[in-house]
């Protein structure tokens, strides 16, 4: 099982005019707070190097070094509002879903191998 699956977690290409646009959807919630959907809107905000750079930061907090406790997606507008916390060993999306630093990993890596396809 993948760790997309594990989290249920759905990729989805599309192409329009030319323009080819990717999406990370979810069909389940905990709760009131729509913990998934929050973490597939994080992914689909993201692209190959915001994947990148938060696996860095990740994989710097996990080696005690330096990093930033907010990730910012958008690096022009960084802001604690992204709602990507790093605080070890995990990484808190919106304050609501906590997901163990390995598990972001994984998920960062199979959004960044499907969007290079």
């Not at 699956?5 to 329009?16: P, R």
């Not at 190097?49 to 690096?75: M, P, R, T, W």
């Not at 960084?78 to 070890?88: L, N, T, V, Y």
């Amino acid at each position: 099982m993948t760790k997309r699956e594990e989290y249920n977690l759905f990729f989805k290409k599309s192409i329009d005019d030319g323009y080819t646009e990717y999406g990370c959807y979810t069909s389940y919630t905990i709760g009131d707070n729509q913990t998934y959907e929050r973490l597939a809107a994080k992914l689909t905000l993201m692209h190959r190097v915001e994947c990148e750079g938060l696996i860095e930061s990740i994989i710097a907090a996990q080696s005690n070094k330096y990093y930033e406790q907010y990730f910012a997606i958008d690096s022009d507008s960084a802001s604690d509002d992204d709602g990507i916390e790093i605080a070890p060993p995990n990484v808190i999306i919106d304050g609501k879903l906590i997901i163990s630093f390995t598990d972001m990993i994984q998920i960062l890596d199979e959004w960044i191998d499907f969007i290079n396809k």
